[in-house]
């Protein structure tokens, strides 16, 4: 679709190329343009407005302006139809309209303001990975804006997260489906560990759905840090409690890809149960729900475990459960993945690559060879989505799986981010 706007689109289009041209002569290139989009919006007051707070006088700039800013500022215009969809400690997630192509984003708002000043840190993490990380299954990070003490992340946006998913539809948890989800998320997760990133936050909450396509993608990197081999003492304040590794729970620092494997573990098996597999709601609550599950660890399932900071001999001694007690309704080989998922000793964790290899896999390649590409393991990265057939599309309709609600404007002013800068 053409832009609504042609000149102010070209006018966001050169300033974002001209973003590290520092001998750029704005009165020669940048003006022209912004006159012909002022012209091209003779009412817009806003627009007006924002060129002479960066000293156009109605012809020219008045003085040398700051490229990134004056774009964020005009990008932030372009937004509109706001809608919240979560707040988190340290950001606010929007759905919004792009009036100059009609895309539906999500803006991440995060705070940068005096009181959050330890989240400064935790915004560049998030910024800078998520620039490297391109990949079907992880979301797209498509612009950052800033404005005075936020910093706005531009995304691509998803109907939904997974937790929403399996709460508004049953479908969901239809073991084909499982399978489909499990393949894209280890796929998502390998190429981040192959980039040497770990998450670090795995968790429902922060595996986007596209529900047409039954897509899965990978977001928030806000706790993600790059890794360099040998691996080193980190923060063990990472990994909601309830998807965080026991090598975490014992108070180990030194850790490494396996504690995601053990996040994506507690995502499968919830995604076959429909709740948390370990629910605890203490740091020992954890430990004591993972022990009477798989059985308290010993020497002999876990080595060295008796060395972890946080160890006690007086642990009780629970025996292990089958894992086909765990989750009745996978067959055996998903059994035999979780398993192997759900590793003790994180040195023997199955690892995201060698998981998309398992046999539990297998079957997947034939039952989407059909209509959406290749899902061989080994291949280069595709979409590997398995849309829901006829059948399940109808039974999930049925199941109240709608589409995103209507959307419901909360700022009838034109700049969605105008509206939430200004703390409305
Ligand atoms: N790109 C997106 N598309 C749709 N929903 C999203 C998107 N990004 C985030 N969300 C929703 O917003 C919530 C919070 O976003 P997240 O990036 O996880 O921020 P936080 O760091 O606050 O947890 C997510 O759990 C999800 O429900
Ligand atoms: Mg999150």
Redesign the pocket.
């Known amino acids: 679709m053409p832009p609504s706007k042609p000149c102010l689109a070209r006018l966001l289009t050169v300033l974002d190329d001209s973003l590290a041209d520092f001998s750029l002569d704005i009165n020669r290139v940048i003006a022209p343009l912004l006159d012909a989009a002022l012209r091209e919006s003779p009412d817009d007051a806003l627009l007006r407005e924002e060129a002479r707070a960066f000293s156009w006088n109605g012809t020219r700039f008045l003085q040398q302006i700051d490229i990134g800013a004056f774009s964020s500022r005009l990008k932030a215009l372009t937004f509109d139809g706001l809608q919240e969809?979560?707040?988190?400690?340290?950001?606010t997630?929007y759905?919004a309209v792009c009036r100059l192509s009609g895309d539906v984003i999500?803006l991440?708002k995060l705070k940068l303001d005096r009181e959050s000043e330890g989240f400064l840190g935790t915004a560049i993490r998030e910024v800078s990975l998520l620039k490297e990380l391109r990949h079907p299954n992880i979301?797209e990070l498509r612009d950052v804006l800033w404005d005075n003490h936020r910093l706005y992340l531009i995304?691509?946006?998803?109907?939904?997260?997974l937790r929403?998913h399996l709460d508004v539809c049953p479908a969901a948890s239809a073991l084909h489906n499982v399978k489909s989800y499990m393949y894209q998320m280890l796929e998502g997760m390998a190429f981040i560990h192959a980039n040497r990133v770990l998450h670090r936050d795995l968790k429902p909450?922060?595996i986007?759905v596209e529900s047409d396509t039954n897509t899965i993608k990978i977001?928030?990197f806000?706790l993600a840090r790059c890794f360099t081999p040998p691996v080193r003492a980190y923060t063990h304040e990472v990994i909601t409690l309830l998807y965080r590794a026991p090598e975490i729970l014992l108070g180990g620092t030194i850790y490494s890809t396996p504690v995601d494997i053990w996040s994506i573990g507690c995502i499968f098996a919830e995604l076959v149960n429909g709740v948390p597999v370990f629910q605890g709601d203490s740091e020992i609550g954890q430990l004591y729900q993972i022990f009477q599950v798989l059985g308290t660890p010993s020497r002999a399932t876990w080595r060295g475990v008796e060395d972890m900071p946080d160890w006690q001999h007086c642990f009780p001694h629970w025996p292990s459960k089958p894992i086909s007690q765990v989750v009745p309704r996978l067959c055996p080989q998903g059994q035999d993945l979780l398993s192997q998922m759900l590793r003790y000793d994180p040195s023997s964790r199955i690892s995201a690559r060698q998981a998309l290899q398992h046999p539990y896999f297998h079957d997947l390649t034939a039952s989407t060879l059909s209509g959406q590409g290749s899902l061989d393991p080994s291949a280069p990265t595709t979409v590997p989505s398995e849309p829901l057939s006829q059948q399940s599309q109808e039974s999930a309709a049925s199941q109240s799986c709608q589409p995103f609600p209507p959307q419901r404007r909360l700022y009838p002013t034109r700049s969605a981010v105008a509206a939430i800068a200004a703390g409305r």
């Open positions: 969809k979560g707040k988190g400690s340290y950001a997630v759905r999500t991440k979301v995304m691509e946006h998803l109907d939904r997260d929403e909450q922060n986007l977001a928030d806000g």
